[in-house]
């Protein structure tokens, strides 16, 4: 809020509370995203490279705030870079298409069916530390 201390500013902004044990990440945002500004991740961005972890960014020129899985805006694919940047840095093997969630979606499959695809691709991909729902809803 407006009348935040500079220490409370801190405690929460995620760039301040980056170190060099801070997982590796992968950044997804839009550039006109009016609701949180890509300022946000690129200062979270800089803080893990200052702290040499491994990270990136993928970015849009539009596509706002929330746009998902697929932007609609755009030819290029999030989900892929994502999937090449997580084999890139041994999070996983490959043998697990990122695509198949989207592949479901357009298909049409139900939603218990989209959990039941995540809960058994999230089984075979052994991540450590990492949020699996950066990859599946």
């Known amino acids: 809020g407006k009348d935040s201390s500079e220490s409370m500013i801190n405690y929460f902004s995620s760039e301040g509370q980056v ?16 609701v949180v500004p890509i300022e946000n991740s690129l200062n979270y961005l800089s803080a893990l490279q200052s702290n040499g972890v491994a990270c990136t960014i993928f970015t849009y020129e539009k596509g706002g705030h929330g746009f998902g899985m697929i932007n609609k805006t755009s030819d ?12 890139k840095n041994k999070i ?7 695509e198949t969630q989207i592949k479901t979606r357009k298909a049409g499959a139900t939603r218990k069916k989209r959990k039941e695809i995540s809960q058994s691709a999230s089984k075979s991909l052994s991540i450590h530390n990492y949020p699996t729902t950066l990859i599946f809803d």
């Open 92 to 98: 996983i093997d490959g043998s697990i298409a990122i």
């Open 19 to 34: 170190t060099k044990n801070s997982p590796k990440a992968f950044l997804v945002h839009a550039k006109d995203d009016k």
């Open 76 to 87: 290029e694919s999030w989900t892929a870079a994502l999937k090449d940047w997580l084999q």
